[in-house]
């Protein structure tokens, strides 16, 4: 079965410092993708990041990058210079490329705090 | 603007008293999902649709029925609802399976059953 592991509930990092969100998967399939994605206080799903198995760089959006390593099934996010706007519950999430039920299997989440 | 929209936003309900919740979006999209979201479970599958008069069940089924009667339109039915059905339920869409399809979340519905 594929599944994705958070181990971490709950963090906390000062403001400015830089904090890195673990990440597991598993999976038999080749071809897939791997998200993290932000939910706020809001409850909007916010997309972070994405990166494509298939790639080997490690993708990046401006204050946040991913360390994917494939062979390890690790998916982490790193946040730099952390602001009080990035406080929200973080989710990594798989999606396998060809998949009859377009299904995304997410993690259980990490509540990040902001400490100002 | 691309966007997919729920509504209600909030809903508070009695036990047994049908109730839907609609989900539309205007990319045209071939696939729609439901899910639910739980504390300390994040979020599952409720029932996904690959296209007009599609539907199957996703992991968490039972209580629910959805329809796809419009290629834009994907409203979640609960016929009988329980308690055990307060959650937060978010509606996705996207274009299909395969690279560059990515998936296009609606703002969420809480919805409190008593």
């Known amino acids: 079965a594929q599944t994705v592991t958070q181990s971490q509930p709950e963090m906390s990092v000062q403001e400015a410092e830089t904090v890195t969100l673990s990440c597991t998967y598993d999976t038999s399939e080749s071809d897939y993708y791997l998200f993290w994605y932000k939910q706020p206080p809001s409850r909007q799903m916010i997309l972070v990041i994405r990166?494509?198995?298939?790639?080997?760089q490690n993708a990046t959006e401006n204050r946040f990058s991913v360390n994917f390593q494939k062979a390890a099934k690790s998916f982490s996010l790193k946040i730099s210079d952390s602001q009080l706007g990035d406080a929200a519950m973080y989710f990594c999430?798989?999606?396998?490329?060809?998949?009859?039920?377009?299904?995304?299997?997410f993690g259980k989440g990490t509540r990040l705090h902001i400490l100002p | 603007e691309a966007q997919v929209t729920q509504n209600p936003r909030y809903l508070i309900t009695v036990t047994g008293k049908k109730l839907t919740v609609t989900c539309s979006q205007n990319?045209?999209?071939?696939?729609m999902s439901w899910y639910r979201q739980d504390p300390g479970l994040g979020l599952r599958q409720i029932y996904y649709s690959m296209n007009v008069e599609v539907t199957d069940k996703g992991d968490v089924p039972e209580g629910y029925k959805v329809s796809r009667k419009e290629k834009r339109n994907f409203p979640l039915i609960l016929e009988s609802p329980s308690p055990n059905q307060t959650s937060l339920y978010f509606c996705?869409?996207?274009?299909?399976?395969?690279?560059?399809?990515?998936?296009?979340f609606g703002q969420g519905t809480r919805l409190t059953v008593v």
């Open positions: 990166q494509e198995a298939y790639k080997q």
């Open positions: 996705a869409s996207s274009l299909g399976t395969g690279w560059n399809t990515e998936a296009f």
């Open positions: 999430a798989y999606r396998p490329l060809m998949n009859r039920d377009d299904k995304i299997i």
């Open positions: 990319m045209n999209h071939e696939y």
